[in-house]
């Protein structure tokens, strides 16, 4: 992987080692690329980084992250640039399976006769005992690649005794935890370029007037990427042309209040995140054992 990479250059990440000038083609990018590696930021580069280092490993991978911020299209996209990528990939929410139908997934892994990648979302939620069939897997010789992925900071939950610490332990060598959002606002044009090369099959991207970006930026996306992608989905698709500030939803728009011609609103909306942090402070013990981040430490 180079030293640097163009943050339009999506040609990079393609798996096979491919290389190209500029971006790819849409159904390439769609196939391969997700916007989410995107972006000049540090985060953004070393997130390529830590990325493109699973994708020629054979060994199980966690992901961690805030909900939203593209757990599931890494793992597909390690899975679609590994040596296994043209066999099943297999998605599923731990959150939403009942524990039968978990342990059907345990079986099909330990059976493993068609290979490939397992994506388990949402681990947290396995009992403690499916938990240990997990580790125990992953101490054998295992012919399906497993990924897991969790909102939650799991090294806290382990700490606390509700987590295996014989499956964190043997996941903890392949771990990437993806930023939020909010601290990749230096990534916005890309991942800008990057949904309206996906919808208007354009490389040139589309222009936002100095107000509807300052909006974009100044919003704090507690959706991260994927209620970015959603929101841009809509606004690309009602406008043509340069997207203005009043093309934008209004809950996004009223986060614009001018920059430095509005000191007074900005001195009162400092003022209202201190107040509005000290309630925090009480919290951090549910921050340590449950989110990777709260509001208080951004």
């Not at 180079?2 to 849409?26: I, K, Q, Y």
């Not at 809950?251 to 011609?261: C, T």
Request: proline share 6%; with cysteine.
């Amino acid at each position: 992987m180079p030293d640097h990479l163009d943050p339009n250059t999506f040609g990079h990440l393609m798996p096979g080692g491919a290389r190209r000038s500029g971006l790819p083609d849409v159904q390439s990018m769609k196939a391969h690329c997700p916007g989410v590696l995107g972006g000049s930021s540090s985060l953004a580069v070393e997130l390529r980084a830590a990325v493109m280092a699973v994708v020629e490993l054979a060994g199980p991978v966690l992901l961690m992250g805030e909900g939203g911020v593209g757990k599931e299209r890494i793992a597909r996209f390690i899975h679609a640039g590994s040596k296994a990528g043209n066999l099943p990939f297999e998605a599923v929410d731990c959150s939403r399976s009942f524990e039968d139908e978990l342990e059907g997934v345990l079986l099909r892994l330990e059976e493993g006769s068609a290979g490939g990648t397992c994506y388990l979302s949402r681990c947290e939620e396995l009992s403690l005992r499916l938990q240990g069939r997990l580790a125990d897997y992953l101490e054998g010789s295992f012919p399906i690649r497993l990924l897991l992925s969790s909102p939650r900071n799991l090294a806290s939950f382990t700490r606390a005794g509700l987590y295996s610490r014989r499956l964190f332990e043997g996941l903890s060598h392949s771990v990437i935890t993806l930023p939020p959002l909010r601290r990749r606002m230096r990534d916005l044009g890309s991942l800008f370029d990057h949904q309206a090369c996906e919808l208007e099959a354009s490389p040139e991207g589309r222009e936002f007037s100095p107000e509807a970006f300052g909006a974009l930026a100044t919003y704090p996306w507690p959706g991260n990427y994927l209620q970015l992608e959603a929101e841009l989905q809509g606004i690309l698709r009602a406008t043509k042309g340069t997207v203005e500030l009043h093309d934008l939803p209004a809950g996004i728009a009223g986060f614009w209040v001018g920059g430095a011609e509005a000191a007074e609103i900005n001195r009162l909306r400092h003022h209202l995140g201190a107040e509005v942090g000290r309630p925090w402070f009480s919290c951090r013990l549910d921050s340590e054992s449950g989110t990777i981040e709260s509001p208080a430490s951004q």
